[in-house]
Structures are given as C-alpha cells and as structure tokens.
C-alpha cells in the first residue's frame, strides 16, 4: 500500500522558535492535508492542499503541496504552548471530496521546552 | 460548530466479546468512514460507506467488523468477536461533498 513517510518524527523546540516538518511519498497524491492531534482527541484539520505547487497559510502556519505531487511540508512560525501535539499529513487520491479513504503519515510530535 | 460525536469515550471488554462503536455524524454529511489508531500510531482507513452501502474497506476490516447506519442518524462498527489486537482508538469521520473529513473525538477500545 502507499507509504507516506514523516520527518521528523519529534522535535523538541523552545518557546518562539519557527518549526519544519516534511512529509514524502512513494506515490502520486492529488490532496496534501496536515492535521493536528492533541492527546485523547481525534485529528483536526488544519491546512488542505489541492494543487501541485500550492502553498497556503493559515494563521502562523504554511503548507505547500510539492511539485512532485510526492511530497508536502508544514512550517509553524514563532511557536506557542498550544502547538504541542501530534501533527499528521495525509495524502487523498482524488481530487474530489467525498468517498475516497486518506492515508496517514506516521506523525511527527512537537514539544515545547518551557 | 457541529461536530461528529462519538460514544463511549471509553470501553473496555473482554476477548471474544461483540463490541458496538457508535457515532453521530454531523447532520447533512453523506460519506461515513471509520479509522483506527494503534497507540502511538498512525491512523489507518477501516472502511468508508456511502448511500447505505460499503464504498472501500481496507484489509483490516475483515469478516468480524461490520458498519451500519440503522436510523438515518447513529453510524456504528461492530467488531464480533473482539481479539487484543483490536485494542485501539477508533475515530469515525463524516463529511458531506464540498469538505474535509470531519473526525470525532474517538473511542479507546480495550481488549482484555
């Protein structure tokens, strides 16, 4: 099945500091999404991506979905207390909603040293 | 804000024991999908289910899980006969044409 391979797989980070997480595929996707998972809680979408290319910010967050359509990466900027947790891409085949299963990276956890 | 709801939070059931997962997805949504999340995990597609049928099921989802949608509202999996490696969490997910999947808060499925 498709592999969807995440780096890093922890980050320990301080307080203000930018972060940088990637996500890489052994095949095509036609949707690049990040989520985000707090401990006990379900994932919660926090960018969609449906163009090869594109690159969209929401709040501090940036995401871009690689030419290769292979490949995606989500950047924090000046990190809050709030932004730890589990952070997940998934990949969709099709381009439109709906009746089409996602395939999750293996995560990548963010901490934030006091 | 709606949103997809999931009960129990938490259940804990003994090997071999039929278990009934239930949702409530968000009201005019159409596609239903059930994921699982082996702790520390990543979580991978159980089935997803559309119009009252199965539209995709992965290979985990074997004979002893079903999905139903028994009165246009509840959307459950049934695991019959449960096993450890059933232990999990287990995230129901609806979304209606033009949206994201949205997933519930979970149910952490223990097999004793």
Redesign the interface.
Known sequence: GQQLNQSPQSMFIQEGEDVSMNCTSSSIFNTW?W?KQDP??????LI?LYKAGELTSNGRLTAQFGITRKDSFLNISASIPSDVGIY?C?GRNEAN???????????TRLTIIP | EPE?TQTPSHQVTQMGQEVILRCVPISNH??F?W?RQILGQ????LV?F?NNEI??K?EIFDDQFSVERPDGSNFTLKIRSTKLEDSAMY?C?S????????????T?LTVV
């Open positions: 999404l989520y006990g809680e379900g994932p919660v979408l969609a997940f998934a909603f709906g009746n089409e299963k996602l395939t999750f990276g293996t995560g | 997809v159409l596609y999908y994921y990543k979580v991978e597609f997803s559309y539209s995709e992965s995230f997910a979304l209606i044409s033009n949206t994201e999947a949205f997933f519930g808060q979970g952490r």
